[in-house]
């Protein structure tokens, strides 16, 4: 692997600058946007529900926010394909309207938990039916008088983090989260850009409801989660050396460089910026032998989308890498647990699942057949297993690689990867 590349923007930033926009006094322009299912998803649900969205076009978008208390009863259920975090985080905004909705969104989307936002907002006055298993569609009722609460979080999660926070700007009162460790922080953070004042004091977040957003400028980095395959790629490809431009290192996301360097990788950064209260890099990559390890489980939040193409990084280390306290890999798009130690036994690697966890034993990977179960993440990271296979991998159910990288396949030839396409 050779080059320089730009990969797509960052799919978390792009949900929230729609979402913040919305609901901002004022208008709010972003570049680098993601025009990818996922995001597309969250910028088709606020179109539905009267908000004026320019684009996108070359990744610009102009968002014409309706402010707080703006936003109109959608015509329809609100369905968002594939995403997760669309469903999570609009839950929390939508608690606390006048209005009554439904969201719901594909067969996977409807398998996914839904509980871990619904009980914290039913503990704060919202009234959301979800189905006898816990999971969507989410039908929230309007016109529910939110309250104020004061929560601990069982566990690290953005998504809950952030769908909370959007309910608490229609709270009455002053709202703390407290959180047991580090998650990624891009709504704090963009709230800041947005004029909103909110308090971090340790693991603390307190925000006041009523307070309103002023439209602003987002300029969206390229995605550490889909950096991350050619961060693998890169490492593990003898004679390689590459740069991924700007993407964002924001410390809560850059667990997939430190769990990289611990193996032994060779990653440096350069170019290192601020923009819009994000941290900015160009990441320089060179192939460079990996060891096994035991990866640290306060890391394990701070890399929790980019496992399983860590996994296929420990397949190629020497010795045996080690994850525990990652259950919530078990309830992501598929079960990424099961679907990755499954994938590389099929490719010739000993790879035992845990209830929580991998334990991975590196080797020689061959080729074969294996089934992303149509996880985005479960196909791009088998691709890219391709690089050290001594014969052809066939990867079944790719099609929901466009909810989240759609270059995904033209990048990876750019950088020397041959791969093609079928769909039959």
Same mark, same amino acid.
């Given at each position: 692997?050779?080059?320089? @590349?730009?990969?797509?923007?960052?799919?978390?930033?792009?949900?929230?600058?729609?979402?913040?926009?919305?609901?901002?006094?004022?208008?709010?322009?972003?570049?680098?946007?993601?025009?990818?299912?996922?995001?597309?998803?969250?910028?088709?649900?606020?179109?539905?529900?009267?908000? /004026?969205?320019?684009?996108?076009?070359?990744?610009?978008?102009?968002?014409?926010?309706?402010?707080?208390?703006?936003?109109?009863?959608? *015509?329809?259920?609100? +369905?968002?394909?594939?995403?997760?975090?669309?469903?999570?985080?609009?839950?929390?905004?939508?608690?606390?309207?006048?209005?009554?909705?439904?969201?719901?969104?594909?067969?996977?989307?409807?398998?996914?938990?839904?509980?871990? &936002?619904? +009980?914290?907002?039913?503990?704060?006055?919202?009234?959301?039916?979800?189905?006898?298993?816990?999971?969507?569609?989410?039908?929230?009722?309007? !016109?529910?008088?939110?309250? $104020?609460?004061?929560?601990?979080?069982?566990?690290?999660?953005?998504?809950?983090?952030?769908?909370? =926070?959007?309910?608490?700007?229609?709270?009455?009162? &002053?709202?703390?989260?407290?959180?047991?460790?580090?998650?990624?922080?891009?709504?704090?953070?963009? @709230?800041?850009?947005?004029?909103?004042?909110?308090?971090?004091?340790?693991?603390?977040?307190?925000?006041?409801?009523? !307070?309103?957003? =002023?439209?602003?400028?987002?300029?969206?980095?390229?995605?550490?989660?889909?950096?991350?395959?050619?961060?693998?790629?890169?490492?593990?490809?003898?004679?390689?050396?590459?740069?991924?431009?700007?993407?964002?290192? !924001?410390?809560?996301?850059?667990? =997939?460089?430190?769990?990289?360097?611990?193996?032994?990788? *060779?990653?440096?950064?350069?170019?290192?910026?601020? &923009?819009?209260?994000?941290?900015?890099? +160009?990441?320089?990559?060179?192939?460079?032998?990996?060891?096994? =390890?035991?990866?640290?489980?306060?890391?394990?939040?701070?890399?929790?989308?980019?496992?399983?193409? @860590?996994?296929? $990084?420990?397949?190629?280390?020497?010795?045996?890498?080690?994850?525990?306290?990652?259950?919530?890999?078990?309830?992501?798009?598929?079960?990424?647990?099961? $679907?990755?130690? #499954?994938?590389?036994?099929?490719?010739?690697? *000993?790879?035992?699942?845990?209830?929580?966890?991998?334990?991975?034993?590196?080797?020689?990977?061959?080729?074969?057949?294996?089934?992303?179960?149509?996880?985005?993440?479960?196909?791009?990271?088998?691709?890219?297993?391709?690089?050290?296979?001594?014969?052809?991998?066939?990867?079944?159910?790719?099609?929901?690689?466009?909810?989240?990288?759609? #270059?995904?396949?033209?990048?990876?030839? *750019?950088?020397?990867? +041959?791969?093609?396409?079928?769909? /039959?």
């Amino acid at each position: 692997m050779k080059g320089n @590349l730009r990969v797509a923007g960052d799919k978390s930033i792009s949900h929230r600058a729609i979402i913040l926009g919305s609901i901002a006094d004022g208008v709010t322009r972003i570049s680098g946007f993601l025009e990818a299912e996922d995001a597309m998803a969250t910028l088709a649900a606020f179109r539905s529900m009267g908000v /004026e969205i320019e684009g996108p076009e070359s990744g610009r978008v102009i968002v014409h926010g309706v402010g707080l208390d703006g936003l109109q009863a959608p *015509d329809v259920p609100l +369905d968002l394909g594939n995403s997760g975090t669309s469903m999570r985080l609009l839950c929390g905004l939508l608690a606390g309207q006048a209005f009554d909705s439904i969201l719901t969104g594909d067969s996977s989307l409807l398998r996914r938990p839904m509980r871990r &936002v619904t +009980d914290p907002l039913a503990s704060m006055g919202g009234q959301i039916g979800v189905s006898n298993e816990g999971t969507a569609p989410l039908h929230i009722a309007g !016109n529910s008088k939110l309250s $104020a609460i004061d929560y601990i979080m069982p566990v690290a999660s953005a998504q809950v983090k952030s769908c909370i =926070i959007l309910a608490a700007l229609y709270a009455k009162g &002053v709202t703390h989260i407290t959180e047991p460790g580090p998650s990624r922080d891009h709504s704090e953070r963009m @709230l800041a850009g947005f004029s909103c004042p909110l308090s971090i004091i340790d693991s603390k977040i307190s925000i006041s409801g009523g !307070n309103r957003l =002023i439209g602003t400028e987002i300029d969206v980095p390229a995605d550490i989660s889909s950096a991350a395959f050619f961060l693998v790629a890169a490492t593990i490809t003898p004679g390689s050396d590459i740069i991924l431009r700007h993407v964002g290192v !924001n410390s809560t996301r850059t667990g =997939i460089i430190e769990i990289l360097k611990l193996m032994g990788a *060779d990653i440096s950064l350069t170019n290192q910026q601020v &923009v819009g209260g994000e941290s900015i890099a +160009d990441i320089r990559i060179k192939s460079s032998p990996l060891r096994g =390890i035991k990866i640290p489980e306060y890391m394990v939040p701070l890399a929790i989308d980019e496992f399983p193409v @860590l996994f296929v $990084a420990a397949a190629c280390a020497e010795g045996q890498t080690i994850l525990s306290g990652a259950s919530e890999l078990r309830v992501k798009e598929s079960d990424r647990i099961q $679907a990755m130690a #499954d994938g590389l036994t099929a490719l010739g690697i *000993d790879a035992q699942p845990t209830a929580d966890g991998m334990i991975i034993n590196g080797g020689r990977i061959i080729g074969g057949q294996v089934d992303s179960f149509g996880d985005h993440r479960i196909a791009m990271a088998f691709s890219i297993a391709g690089f050290r296979a001594s014969d052809e991998i066939t990867i079944l159910n790719c099609a929901n690689v466009r909810t989240s990288f759609p #270059d995904f396949v033209s990048s990876a030839r *750019d950088l020397g990867l +041959d791969i093609n396409e079928c769909w /039959e």
